[in-house]
């Protein structure tokens, strides 16, 4: 759901003349609090907390920054129009983000 949120916004902001790297970081604000729901409530089915929204965060913004030095390499250094990069990257990361949101939200708290 929030691969598809992403690759949305993304590709529909920048077809819409919004410069990718602002587009990913749109895409950020938006689908990492819905994330954080979703993955919560029916991926792990686990309470929400603070703590493990701030781990779901900075397990997302390591992502982010994967996520980015892809697209930098897939669209301006291959030249890759945005609509295929984006999804490229997308599925590139799709093992970090899930493994990320698992250590982020069913790890124990102390």
Known sequence: MCALLHNALVIGLASGGIPYPLALVISFLVTVP?????????????????????????????????????????????????????PLATVALFLWNFTAARWAIVRNER
Request: zero cysteines; hydrophobic letters at 55%.
């Open 34 to 86: 819905i994330g954080y729901l979703f993955h919560s409530a029916v991926t792990f089915g686990e309470p929400r907390s603070w703590g493990r929204l701030m781990r779901f965060m900075a397990g997302s913004l390591a992502g982010f920054g994967w996520s980015a030095a892809l697209m930098i390499g897939l669209h301006n250094g291959l030249g890759l129009p945005i609509v295929v990069a984006t």
